[in-house]
C-alpha cells in the first residue's frame, strides 16, 4: 500500500510481558515518528528517527521503551515488562525530508495497545 | 504550563455556523504551526500550515500572533463533515539533527444539523 502501515493493529498483554509494535513508513520517507496517545489525551512524542542521524529519543517514557529502525525503513518499537499506563495508541508517522518544513506526517492508523 | 494548550470543548455548534479555536504555546523558539484533523478513532491528518501572514484555505482561515504566542483557526459556513477534534501543532528543534512536532490535545467540534 502507499500509506504508513503499522501492526498489530490491536494489542491485548498481560502486565509484564514484553511487546513489539512495527511500523512500514511510505516508501523514501526518510523522516519516522512514534507518538502514542491516550484516551482523551494529546499525542505524546516518543522518538524520531531521521536518515542515519542518531535518534531523537527524548520522548521515551523510561527504560522499557526502546526502538529502532532497520536499513533506513521498517522500525520496531519494543515495550518490556509493560505496565498498565503503557495502554495507549502507538501512532507512527513519517515524511519526507523536507516534511518537518512542511509539517505534514502521515499517519498509520495506529496499533491499540492494552494491559491487562 | 504545558507547550501547547487548547480549550478542550467540545464546541457544539449549528450547521453554517462560523467557529473559532484558540491555541497558546510556551517556547518562543518554535518555528513552524500547523493545524491537524482527527476524526473519532482515526488517525490525524494535517489540515493547514498558519504562516505570519495568515492564511485561508477555503472555508478554513488561520491566523498566527508570534508576540503573544497565540495561533487561531476559524471555520465559516460549518458542514457536518468538520465534526471532528482540531489539534494545533508546533514545530521546533530541540537539537542539532532533530525536529519536535509538539500536539495540542485538541478542540472537539460536533457541527449539529
Request: aromatic fraction near 10%; hydrophobic fraction near 30%.
Amino acid at each position: 500500500g502507499a500509506g504508513v502501515s503499522q501492526s498489530p493493529s490491536n494489542k491485548v498483554t498481560e502486565k509484564g510481558k514484553d511487546v513489539e509494535l512495527r511500523c512500514d513508513p511510505i516508501s523514501g520517507h526518510t523522516a519516522l515518528y512514534w507518538y502514542r496517545q491516550s484516551l482523551g489525551q494529546g499525542l505524546e512524542f516518543l522518538i524520531y528517527f531521521q536518515g542515519n542521524s542518531a535518534p531523537d529519543k527524548s520522548g521515551l517514557p523510561s527504560d522499557r521503551f526502546s526502538a529502532e529502525r532497520t536499513g533506513g525503513s521498517v522500525s520496531t518499537l519494543t515495550i518490556q515488562r509493560t505496565q498498565q499506563e503503557d495502554s495507549a495508541v502507538y501512532l507512527c508517522a513519517s515524511s519526507s525530508t523536507g516534511g518537518w518544513v512542511t509539517g505534514e506526517l502521515f499517519f498509520g492508523e495506529g496499533s491499540r495497545l492494552t494491559v491487562l | 504550563r504545558k507547550e501547547v494548550e487548547q480549550d478542550p470543548g467540545p464546541f457544539n455548534v449549528p450547521e453554517g455556523a462560523t467557529v473559532a479555536f484558540n491555541c497558546t504555546y510556551s517556547n518562543s523558539a518554535s518555528q513552524s504551526f500547523f493545524w491537524y484533523r482527527q476524526d473519532c478513532r482515526k488517525e490525524p491528518k494535517l489540515l493547514m500550515s498558519v504562516y505570519s501572514s495568515g492564511n485561508e484555505d477555503g472555508r478554513f482561515t488561520a491566523q498566527l500572533n508570534r508576540a503573544s504566542q497565540y495561533i487561531s483557526l476559524l471555520i465559516r459556513d460549518s458542514k457536518l463533515s468538520d465534526s471532528a477534534t482540531y489539534l494545533c501543532v508546533v514545530n521546533r528543534r530541540p537539537g542539532a539533527g532533530s525536529y519536535q512536532l509538539t500536539f495540542g490535545k485538541g478542540t472537539k467540534l460536533s457541527v449539529i444539523p
